[in-house]
């Protein structure tokens, strides 16, 4: 997958507040489609945010995310022209990542 991470950020008092949205299906492998078949499994399983190459988050996730998950959180480091960079890593070993320049 290419382009599936949105990343957004605002200085605020003090902190930066980042939202980080994610383009994917999530599919916990449970659901069935229109004619009663399983969907296989289909979700991120890691997810690395790092700013200026330190990592500062890691997530191990599973299937239980609904599609697209959305992500916000604040960082008390981090100054304008800081590159704030996220990639993400599913079970069928698909992976993307982005990088941004903090406000």
């Known amino acids: ?7 957004r950020s605002q200085r605020r008092d003090g902190y930066t507040e980042v939202k980080l949205l994610i383009t994917h299906p999530m599919e916990n492998g449970r659901n069935r489609d229109a ?18 190459d330190q990592l500062i988050l890691t997530t191990n996730m599973a299937g239980s995310l ?17 590159r704030l960079s996220a990639e993400w890593t599913d079970n069928r070993q698909n992976q993307d990542h982005a990088e941004h320049v903090l406000d």
């Open 1 to 7: 997958m290419t382009n599936s991470i949105k990343i």
């Open 35 to 52: 004619n009663g078949e399983l969907i296989p499994a289909h979700f991120i399983e890691r997810l690395l945010v790092k700013l200026n």
């Open 66 to 82: 609904s599609k697209n998950p959305f992500f916000t959180f604040r960082l008390k480091a981090g100054n304008s022209g800081d």
